[in-house]
T-cell receptor
Framework: NAGVTQTPKFRILKIGQSMTLQCAQD?????MYWYRQDPGMGLKLIYY???????DKGEVPNGYNVSRSTTEDFPLRLELAAPSQTSVYFC????????????FGQGTRLTVV | EDQVTQSPEALRLQEGESSSLNCSYT??????LFWYRQDPGKGPEFLFT???AGEEKEKERLKATLTKKESFLHITAPKPEDSATYLC???????????????FGTGTLLAVQP
């Protein structure tokens, strides 16, 4: 059982470039989340989704976009990368929102130079 | 404002020296409190869920407890392999009309020395 799979694991972007972080889950979870983790800052919610076709902003959505066309996939798009987006990005999924545990992927370490 | 605060930020223990980590929270409409373990370079790994004050959960050397304002993660006779960052999160809050948010604390970095 793969759980939550994120790709790529590492990426270096130049300022102004764009990229998509991929996230897929095979647990048939309705809820999916994107977090970023900066040293000493904990996990900050970027976007979340409660089901296919439904997404909403989290605490730090600026500079990011998401889509959810299927239950399994929840890609995160970075447009016009900035150094402030250097971080570790985690995708997670859960069966229900806020009441059941979330399962996390292994993360994508992104550096913007 | 919904908030989760963990203390201490870092804790160094000798092997076998028991201690507790604290997670204080304020959230409108708590749906669940979660403890995770995170190893360097890895994603958080789920440990426990607590739903109501007075509830306790145990797993090996770890025991989590919950009150109306805080949770404790008690570590009994820790071993070096317990070294990790321990994250607390609460589910709930009122965001966009839906109580779907998971709010994380900044974590406690635990180091257990042999």
């Amino acid at each position: 059982n793969a759980g939550v799979t994120q790709t790529p694991k590492f990426r270096i972007l130049k300022i102004g470039q764009s990229m998509t972080l991929q996230c897929a889950q095979d647990m048939n979870h309705n809820y999916m989340y994107w977090y970023r983790q900066d040293p000493g800052m904990g996990l900050k919610l970027i976007y979340y989704s409660v089901g296919a076709g439904i997404t909403d902003k989290g605490e730090v959505p600026n500079g990011y976009n998401v889509s959810r066309s299927t239950t399994e996939d929840f890609p995160l798009r970075l447009e016009l990368a900035a150094p402030s987006q250097t971080s570790v990005y985690f995708c997670a999924s859960s069966r229900t929102g806020g009441r059941t545990e979330a399962f996390f992927g292994q993360g994508t370490r992104l550096t913007v130079v | 404002e919904d908030q989760v605060t963990q203390s201490p930020e870092a804790l160094r223990l000798q092997e076998g020296e028991s201690s507790s980590l604290n997670c204080s929270y304020t959230v409108s409409g708590l749906r669940g409190l979660f403890w995770y373990r995170q190893d360097p370079g890895k994603g958080p790994e789920f440990l426990f869920t607590l739903y109501s004050a007075g509830e306790e959960k145990e797993k090996e050397r770890l025991k989590a407890t919950l009150t109306k304002k805080e949770s404790f993660l008690h570590i009994t006779a820790p071993k070096p392999e317990d070294s990790a960052t321990y994250l607390c999160a609460v589910g709930g809050g009122n965001y966009g009309g839906a109580t779907n948010k998971l709010i994380f604390g900044t974590g406690t970095l635990l180091a257990v020395q042999p």
